[in-house]
């Protein structure tokens, strides 16, 4: 049973930091690309940050210099630093592993607040 679970969101002031971290079982995670997605209320779910197997990683303009995705393969966890919030930022952030051409996975999401 494959499982991605979300963990690191709250409430933070403009300006704060949180860090995402989203922790996966039953997968071969190193296979897998890595995504960030958020969903704010009424939008769609839109990419924010990704990284795959080897490591490349690209981002949202929006997210660009303020948030950073990593990956440890040994704890099967990517993890998403996110420095600079602003309240644009506030969102539901969702996990995603990508087998491209083969399966996916989500996660049940965290919330992110960013008060101004």
């Known amino acids: 049973q494959v499982q991605l679970v979300e963990s690191g969101g709250g409430l933070v002031q403009t300006g704060g930091s949180l860090r995402l971290s989203c922790a996966a079982s039953?997968?071969?995670?190193?296979?897998?690309?890595m995504g960030w997605f958020r969903q704010a209320r009424g939008n769609q779910r839109d990419m924010v940050a990704s990284?795959?197997?080897?490591?490349?990683?690209n981002y949202a303009d929006s997210v660009k210099g303020r948030f950073t995705i990593s990956r440890d393969n040994a704890r099967n966890t990517v993890y998403l630093q996110m420095n600079s919030l602003k309240p644009e930022d506030t969102a539901v952030y969702y996990c995603?592993?990508?087998?491209?051409?083969?399966?996916?996975?989500w996660g049940q999401g965290t919330q992110v607040t960013v008060a101004s």
């Open positions: 995603r592993a990508l087998r491209t051409g083969k399966n996916y996975y």
């Open positions: 039953g997968i071969i995670f190193n296979s897998y690309t």
């Open positions: 990284i795959t197997s080897g490591g490349i990683t």
